[in-house]
């Protein structure tokens, strides 16, 4: 009874550290079908990485940093600096 015990346990334990499947790891990242309704959740754009400048000239607001968030949305980067919807 022991030994049963002490493989269940093993079994058990070996699941326990299996790192998920990156399809259930990643989560679904929202595509927006202009500016403006990006601008309702993200005031100051979406930008690639934190190091991305602005070309287009002077901004309000601080654009928030998402890679993913960015890729989904790169249609609405018209001047093409790493910067989707900047304001």
Do not use: H, Q, W
Not at 16 to 44: E, R
């Amino acid at each position: 009874m022991k030994r049963y015990l002490s493989i269940l346990l093993a079994i058990v334990l070996m699941f326990s550290f299996m790192p998920f499947s990156s399809a259930d790891a990643k989560t679904k990242v929202k595509t927006y079908k202009n500016c403006t309704a990006l601008n309702k959740d993200y005031k100051g754009g979406v930008a690639k990485s934190k190091s991305t400048k602005n070309k287009g000239g002077k901004t309000k607001y601080k654009p928030y940093v998402s890679k993913d968030l960015y890729e989904a949305n790169k249609k609405s980067d018209r001047d093409k600096d790493g910067i989707a919807c900047e304001r």
